[in-house]
């Protein structure tokens, strides 16, 4: 279900599994429940959230006051956020700003819209996985439901097994991870990033040559060179 990564006396750092509910969901005990029993806490509270779907990193604040101030943090957009995808579709464009606002469209999915009266942002850069692959390193600017997932969409390249922008794909998972997060907390400036050729419970396709490969050189996200964004 997870895997702590790090343990503050004000916060955990875990990697979340992939099709594992941060809430209590079709009957499924609840992942803080199950984080209470390794670590002893009596109480923890979510800072901020993954999708079923996706795994990696989740920060869990082990008191209010802590749990108040970081995600504040994410509300502020103060903290930085790397996620890996990968597509079995090539995209429009192999790097660049996806940027709109985005609509309820049907069922449980979203659509990104041409307008930016208060619009999603990610930036990406992509490199070749095997077979037609395409892996993906994306860093959402802003904390949208389902961004990245509708993001990639919006410029051909649905995530390789998501059930819901990607429904004909099958797959082990659906290939959207967590991957890195940097943040300050109390003067103090943490990275944390989760590997996912790390576990064996997040999904075969990490582990392909190509994907390898393009990992390694994505080992610092916060170092790359991503462009400015113009306010």
């Known amino acids: 279900m997870f895997d702590l990564l790090y343990s503050h006396p004000d916060f955990h750092v875990i990697s979340k599994h992939p099709n594992v509910s941060v809430h209590k ?27 079923k779907m996706t795994s990696g990193i989740l920060l869990l604040g082990r008191n209010g006051s802590a749990a108040s101030a970081l995600s ?23 790097q660049g700003l996806i940027k709109g606002d985005m609509e309820r469209s049907r069922r449980a999915s979203w ?7 208060n619009p999603a942002i990610t930036q990406f850069f992509s490199l070749a996985g095997d ?64 590997d996912p050729r790390q576990s064996a419970s997040l999904g075969k396709k990490w582990h392909s040559p190509a994907v390898a490969q393009a990992l390694d050189m994505w080992l610092a996200p916060w170092a790359l060179n991503w462009p400015v964004i113009k306010k």
């Open 111 to 117: 659509k990104l819209i041409n307008s930016n009266s």
């Open 25 to 51: 969901d079709d009957g499924d005990t609840m992942l803080l429940e199950e984080v209470k029993q390794r670590t002893g806490d009596k109480q923890l509270y979510l800072i901020h959230r993954l999708d």
């Open 131 to 194: 077979q037609g692959e395409r892996l993906f390193l994306c860093k959402p600017l802003t904390g949208k439901t389902h961004q990245i997932r509708v993001a990639l969409k919006s410029i051909g390249s649905a995530i390789t097994g998501d059930p819901i922008y990607n429904a004909s794909n099958q797959s082990d998972r659906g290939y959207l991870h967590a991957f890195a997060i940097r943040f300050e907390y109390q003067s103090e400036k943490y990275e944390f990033l989760c």
């Open 72 to 94: 504040g943090q994410f509300a502020n957009r103060t903290v930085e956020k790397f996620y890996l995808a990968i597509s079995n579709k090539k995209p429009k464009k192999k």
